[in-house]
């Protein structure tokens, strides 16, 4: 069965600081990625996906990720974050042909102005 | 553009009724799922289903059951609920076919007591 982990449980950093958000998961055939956000009183959102091709992927508000094979990660980094990324995101991965999609334990986020 | 809706948004109930969790789409998407989002544990796949009269078991779905006579609808039934059982769950959708972004409606707090 696949697993998603995600080490860090609460981050705190301050307005303009660089973010890396770890995600690793465990199968090891074709996989699809997900990073989703869920703003503070509001639903999952997609925030960017890997599914093929340049395994550094762009998503929306600045985040983008990394898909390395060989560690089977798919970290989130931000260059510079801002008060309003105060969330919690979750690694997700599809895997196997099914629709099934694994969500980690998720990551809050709280930037300091 | 209603999407994909959820109620109640709130429920208390006591423990050995029966509940149901009521969610809707408006874009005809193939799949649905139902999710339950706990402190520690993240988000964990419930039930889902490809189709209408399609359902299929995710990580945790003892004590509940679910139903899709229609495309559009995908209600969540906790037969005898528990306290274990309180949670917040989301009902999200997703065409399938190749894309596998999942749509998150706001989600339904529930409180068994």
């Known amino acids: 069965a696949q697993s998603v982990s995600q080490h860090n449980h609460h981050v705190i950093l301050s307005e303009a600081a660089s973010l890396e958000l770890g995600c690793n998961y465990s199968y090891g055939g074709t996989v699809n990625l997900f990073w989703y956000v869920q703003y503070p009183g509001q639903h999952l959102q997609l925030l960017l996906k890997y599914f093929s091709g340049d395994p550094l992927v762009k998503g929306i508000k600045g985040f983008e990720a990394e898909f390395i094979k060989s560690k089977f990660s798919f970290n989130l980094r931000k260059p510079s974050v801002q008060w309003s990324d105060t969330a919690e995101y979750f690694c997700?991965?599809?895997?196997?042909?099914?629709?099934?999609?694994?969500f980690g334990t998720g990551t809050k986020l709280q930037v300091i102005p | 553009d209603a999407g994909i809706t959820q109620s109640p948004r709130y429920k208390i109930t006591e423990t050995g009724r029966q509940v149901t969790l009521m969610c809707h789409q408006t874009w005809s998407h193939s799949y649905m799922f139902w999710y339950r989002q706990d402190l520690g544990h993240g988000l964990r796949l419930i039930y889902y289903?490809?189709?209408?009269?399609?359902?299929d078991k995710g990580e945790v779905p003892d004590g509940y059951v679910v139903s899709r006579s229609k495309t559009e609808n995908f209600p969540l039934t906790l037969e005898s609920a528990t306290r274990s059982q309180t949670s917040v769950y989301f009902c999200?959708?997703?065409?399938?076919?190749?894309?596998?972004?999942?749509?998150f409606g706001s989600g339904t707090q529930l409180s068994v007591l």
């Open positions: 289903s490809a189709a209408a009269d399609i359902t």
């Open positions: 999200a959708s997703s065409k399938g076919q190749g894309d596998e972004k999942l749509f």
């Open positions: 997700a991965v599809r895997s196997g042909g099914y629709q099934k999609v694994t």
